[in-house]
């Protein structure tokens, strides 16, 4: 990596913090030799001028190493695997970049079913109580592996094939419920007090991202949750529904949306938008790039975009784009602010590096990055005690429809 000026100053502050602390601690076991070498071979590429050395560097572990194994206590306690990831997560952390980030092979499992929208499963979804520990299903997808096993929304789970649930964690137990497509759980569930057992077999499951239904009016109304691969077909397959069910007008809500994948913002915004420049980017040596769009799907009824200050990125570069164009108005509150764009980079083993490589800049050319997108129509959500379905945000949304 070609390290500019800047980020050298950021490199060594972490060297002698985050970095050397970690080492020293591996450094004390014989059986990780190999990466306190690649470490000096790093060490070597980045410190050799400046008022820090190598040969500084490689005393000052000495020295840590020494105190570590004269003093340290729970020296057998040590998880060698945990600290070499723990260097790497270091190294990516001190760049003081809260969207850059080292994924461990677990972490990157987890990362690469969140951003494909796909995962083998049984496609049930589930909470676990604070108050009692008790692990319930909220949701069961239709058709799904749970669904064909009777599985049902409501059940309370305590077993997973041998394994208890009670002293679990939510991740542990979804863990021990996914598996390899074709292979079998067997899952115990009471339901109306009674012990149930279902057994499911594994199969790909596509997560939901798009929930949508025709409200009062023929007023169309598409959630979108996140911006996965999976979600621009499920995006499309509503509105097409909705066009043929005599959608008159359309509120897409974002709220709570995180963002996502930049592709599949910007093909959906494809079946929206006017001839023009969808979104803009630029990297660290000045280059520019746009994403353009031929306007062949204009969208021209009425549109509201509902959106609050958890919508992020992706949602962003959405709203944005109808805002500057003026296809649509933009309904809620101002947005999270996250005008970057990252990408994913395969190290070779199993782990990933996501890194911030561009800034983003909406059609009209404004960047949103620590402001983000502030609302035409600014409404704050009410909580109603008396009617918790109540939704003041959505209602004022479809009224803004109405009126346009």
């Known amino acids: 990596m070609d390290w500019e000026a800047e980020n050298k100053s950021r490199t060594k502050r972490f ?3 985050v970095f050397v602390g970690f080492l020293a601690a591996v450094f004390i076991f014989a059986g990780v030799w190999c990466v ?11 410190f050799t001028s400046g008022n820090i050395s190598e040969q500084d560097v490689e005393d000052k572990l000495d020295q840590i190493n020494g105190l570590i194994e004269n003093y340290y206590l729970y020296e057998d306690e040590i998880d060698e695997d945990a600290l070499i990831d723990g260097i790497y997560s270091g190294y990516a952390s001190a760049l003081g970049d809260p969207y850059t980030e080292y994924y461990d092979k677990e972490a990157t499992q987890a990362l690469l079913e969140t951003t494909s929208g796909e995962f083998s499963g049984i496609g049930a979804t589930m909470s676990k109580s604070v108050d009692s520990g008790e692990i319930t299903i909220v949701n069961v997808y239709k058709d799904s592996p749970a669904d064909k096993a009777g599985i049902q929304e409501g059940d309370i789970l305590y077993q997973v094939d041998d394994k208890d649930t009670a002293r679990a964690d939510l991740d542990t137990v979804v863990s021990w419920i996914k598996g390899e497509r074709g292979t079998d759980v067997t899952l115990h569930v009471l339901r109306g007090g009674e012990e149930i057992e279902a057994t499911a077999t594994r199969d790909i499951i596509e997560i939901q991202t798009v929930e949508y239904e025709m409200k009062d009016g023929q007023i169309g109304y598409i959630a979108v ?3 996965d691969d999976v979600t621009y077909d499920q995006f499309k397959t509503a509105l097409d529904d909705l066009e043929e069910q005599g959608m008159q007008g359309l509120v897409i809500d974002l709220r709570g949306n995180p963002g996502g994948n930049l592709s599949t913002v910007t093909d959906m915004l494809k079946l929206l938008l006017p001839e023009g420049t969808i979104v803009s980017t630029k990297d660290k040596y000045g280059n520019t790039d746009e994403i353009t769009c031929d306007g062949s799907h204009e969208f021209t009824k009425p549109l509201a975009v509902l959106v609050n200050q958890y919508s992020a990125s ?8 109808i805002q500057d164009y003026g296809i649509g108005q933009i309904v809620g509150m101002t947005t999270y602010g996250k005008g970057v764009v990252q990408q994913l980079m395969d190290l070779g083993d199993g782990t990933y590096l996501k890194v911030t490589i561009a800034e983003y800049y909406t059609p009209s050319g404004r960047s949103i990055n620590g402001t983000g997108v502030e609302p035409d129509v ?3 959500y009410e909580y109603d005690a008396e009617n918790p379905d109540a939704d003041n945000q959505l209602d004022q949304a479809l009224e803004v429809v109405r009126g346009q």
């Open 225 to 227: 949750s996140e911006f």
């Open 314 to 321: 992706a949602s962003e570069i959405f709203s944005g784009a």
């Open 15 to 17: 060297w002698l913090g």
């Open 378 to 380: 600014e409404v704050e």
């Open 36 to 46: 306190w070498q690649i470490s000096t071979r790093m060490l070597r590429g980045n």
